[in-house]
C-alpha cells in the first residue's frame, strides 16, 4: 500500500486524529449555522465535514492494511477506560458513513422534513465517533501510564 509521498505510514495515526477532530469542529458549527438559519452556509460546511470524514477513511483503511491492528498494552483503569470507550465508538463508527450518505442524500433530494428528523441521530453519533476517535488516538499513541 502506498501513502502520500509527504507522510510515512506511522504518521498516519496523528493524521487521523487531525481529521476526526476537523470533522468534529465543523459538524459543531454545521450545527450552529442551521440554528441560525444559514442553510447555504450550513450546506457547504456539512459537505466539508462529509469530505474530512472521507479522507480519514481512505487514511484509516490504508494505515491499517499496512499495519494491521495495534494492540493497546498499558495496564490499570487506563485499559479499562480505553477498551469502553473503543466499544462504543467501533460500534457507533460502523454507523456513521450509512447514516452521513442518507441524510446528506436527504439534504440534497431536498426532503428537508426527513433529512431534519436523520440528521437528528445522525448528527449526535457522528459527533461522539470524531471526538472518541481523537481520544482512541490520544490514549493509544500517546498516554504514557505512571508505574
Known amino acids: ?29 454545521g450545527y450552529y449555522l442551521i440554528r ?19 479522507l480519514f477513511l481512505v487514511s484509516y483503511v490504508v494505515y491499517h492494511l499496512n499495519v494491521g491492528s495495534v494492540r493497546f498494552d498499558k495496564p490499570g483503569w487506563v ?3 480505553y477498551l469502553c470507550i473503543l466499544a462504543t ?7 456513521v458513513p450509512v447514516l452521513a450518505v442518507l441524510t446528506l442524500r436527504l439534504a440534497l433530494k ?7 428528523a436523520l440528521a ?23 498516554v504514557r501510564p505512571r508505574l
Open 1 to 29: 500500500m502506498i501513502a502520500p509521498a509527504f507522510l510515512g505510514i506511522r504518521d498516519l495515526p496523528a493524521l487521523n486524529a487531525i481529521l476526526n477532530a476537523a470533522a468534529a469542529v465543523l459538524l459543531l458549527i
Open 36 to 54: 441560525q438559519y444559514k442553510t447555504h452556509a450550513h450546506m457547504k460546511v456539512m459537505l466539508c465535514a462529509f469530505g474530512v470524514s472521507c
Open 79 to 81: 485499559r479499562t477506560v
Open 89 to 95: 465508538h467501533t460500534v457507533l463508527a460502523a454507523a
Open 110 to 116: 431536498r426532503k428537508f422534513h426527513k433529512h431534519r
Open 120 to 142: 437528528r441521530w445522525t448528527l449526535p453519533i457522528w459527533l461522539y465517533v470524531s471526538v472518541t476517535g481523537v481520544v482512541v488516538y490520544l490514549l493509544l499513541y500517546q
